[in-house]
């Protein structure tokens, strides 16, 4: 059973920095994308970053870019997001999410909740 | 970037009765060398992660009901749910998976009438 348990989530302010992990178990980790989607209170869902499963490509929303990094670690399985310079708008429960045959999410975690508030 | 536009916003449909939800991309998401449509329909119950129900535009993930589909190709797309059930309650989403960033539609909610 694939099961992906995100930490790291918490309470900041505006500027400062997190890391979030996700600990991925069930499947064989290197062999598949990953992606890490986030959801502001009570609004949709926006898709913020994705990593090929060796980590050698990168991809990432605007919204993000420069001040995001995801990174992973194939012999740990697990999967990380570095977040600078935190904004209000970034304020959401973020979500790890394995791709399947191709970039479609198949599983996701239950999620880790960013609030970035002065 | 490719926008994903969902209609309607809302629906109301009563216990049994059919549900359409659709999903329209600003650019193509037709692969043309595997004839493939790159998108996914998800669906999201309250406090709850999303859970894939549909790939590929019209490949039903393992162990999702049959009563739901989608069908579509390039840029409009349509999920269907045959005869709604209350467990069948939640905001669905459309994902296009062709080009970076993977965007999603803006949800459309589901309830009972």
């Known amino acids: 059973e694939v099961q992906l348990l995100e930490s790291g989530g918490g309470f900041v302010q505006p500027g400062e920095s997190l890391r979030l992990s996700c600990a991925a178990s069930?499947?064989?980790?290197?062999?598949?994308?990953m992606s890490w989607v986030r959801q502001a209170p009570g609004k949709g869902l926006e898709w913020v970053s994705g990593?090929?499963?060796?980590?050698?490509?990168?991809y990432y929303a605007d919204s993000v870019k420069g001040r995001f990094t995801i990174s992973r670690d194939n012999s740990k399985n697990t999967l990380f997001l570095q977040m600078n310079n935190l904004r209000a708008e970034d304020t959401a429960v973020f979500y790890c999410a394995k791709g399947g045959y191709s970039w479609y999410l198949d599983s996701w975690g239950q999620g880790t909740l960013v609030t970035v508030s002065s | 970037d490719i926008v994903m536009t969902q209609s309607p916003d809302s629906l109301a449909v009563s216990l049994g009765e059919r549900a359409t939800i659709n999903c329209k991309s600003s650019?193509?998401?037709?692969?043309?060398?595997?004839?493939?449509?790159?998108l996914g329909w998800y669906q999201q119950k309250p406090g709850q992660p999303p859970k894939l129900l549909i790939y590929w535009a019209s490949t039903r993930e393992s162990g999702v009901p049959d009563r739901f589909s989608g069908s579509g190709s390039g840029t409009d797309f349509t999920l269907t749910i045959s005869s709604l059930q209350a467990e069948d309650v939640a905001v669905y989403y459309c994902q296009q998976f062709y080009s970076t960033p993977h965007n999603f539609g803006q949800g459309t909610k589901l309830e009972i009438k």
């Open positions: 990593i090929s499963g060796s980590g050698g490509n990168t």
């Open positions: 650019q193509s998401v037709l692969y043309s060398s595997n004839n493939k449509n790159y």
């Open positions: 069930g499947f064989t980790f290197s062999n598949y994308d």
